[in-house]
């Protein structure tokens, strides 16, 4: 699907609303959701038959000239396909046409770019992890949602109620007076709309094209440095070397009495088992809609706090600085795990990412994954070869500061933002000419052991090194045209 590319002087946002659906329009969402789903799950089906098929007949000796043609997978493809064969399918020929051509298409547009992404990651082309062919969706655990880009899609006059097609006009939990006065004054023009259940709730979300001007900031000739962490949520210091502490606010610990004792509760019902096709009970259900309801108000509190900060500090300062922070790795962790995912350090560098740039006349600088900010000395710029976690006192060998290993780290992170523009990137070394990069390797991390003497005469002779041989894999891999199956 083509991306929407906005006019000069208007930005893509979102704008998402809580609904208030009756019994009749809840089972409508459920049932376009379901559309959706079923829809992604025959596209898939189809595809991958022919893969299959093609197998079969490599086995038998076929030629390849005589082999079953491959299937596209494009979205005009997949439509063209589906319309054809909704009328004679038994899955749909009984309730297709209950629902709009929206949901279908939802579900075949997420098939496509599956497939997409399965083909550029198998290619090389792709960054992140090798993802693998795309699988049918479970009916218990699929996510209910449903895109909408044509038909009726509005915000009532009322402010109170959206349209949407073949689903009619559903209350909403909340005003829409934000978008509503900007649709009336011109300034915004609806694109799609997505409905979605999260969180025990149906919401509705808006994709805009809406006129915004940056804003200017408070103190825009001020660089802040944040340095994340478990103990203190962030620590923010910034190049007037005002330091700033926030705490964590531990919504999820605050709650893990209250959610024991709901899921004790709720082992003590008669709940649903697939093996014996066993139903759950009322009390089962309603013990673990309580249940849910504390996981839902944890992580409302987290999102409203993570809002709270990253738009404070998008608002205030000219220049943010933060790291690039290796979070999969970090919640490897398994006894800070519980605590860094109830921090939300993932959450709080996206937020900063498009809060920076489209709301306000913000740098964001990202500081390399491996750059020394808690081992550099805020001082004099002396780098420690060694800094366990537990010291959690920063003591400089040279100079003899000793500072908060935290505040430390801040320091250092705020003075990058200077060293970007003029120096090296190591703070009190910011009037020299800047470094050459390195290639990503181990050379730019901290070893903590000495290396193996068979690497290191592996080294000396000239063998190549391991991520180097990957940089080649990786090479002749996006040359050659690899067969997807």
Known sequence: MKRFQPQPGFQVQAFRFALDPNAAQEAALRSHCGAA???????VGWVTASWWQRRAEESYGIAEAELTEWRPWSLPSLRKAFNAAKHADPRFADWWEENSK????????NAAAAFDNYAKSKQGKRKGARMGAPRFKSKRKARLACRFTTGAIRVDADGRHVTLPRLGTIRTHEPTVKLLTRVQAGTARVLSATVRHERGRWFAS??????RDLKRVARPGVAVGIDLGVKTLAVMADSTGEIRTVSNPRHYEAALKRLRRASRTVSRRRGP???TGQQPSRRWEKANAARNKVHHRVANLRADALHKLTT?????????VVEDLNVAGMLRNRCLARRIADAGFGEIRRQLDYKTGQRHATRLVVADRWYPSSKTCSGCGAVKAKLPLHVRTYACDACGLVIDRDDNAALNLAA?????????GVAGDQDTAPAVSK????????RATRPRRKAEAGRAGGATLPYQRQEETRDRTQAEALTLW
């Open 37 to 43: 789903r079923a829809a992604y799950n025959w596209a």
């Open 102 to 109: 929206e949901a279908y298409n939802t579900g075949l547009a």
């Open 206 to 211: 808006f994709q805009v094209e809406a006129k």
């Open 273 to 275: 088992d697939r093996r």
């Open 312 to 320: 404070s500090v998008a608002a205030e300062y000219g220049t943010v």
């Open 416 to 424: 990058l933002a200077a060293a970007c523009t003029t120096g090296t």
């Open 439 to 446: 290639p990503r390797g181990a050379d730019r991390k901290t």
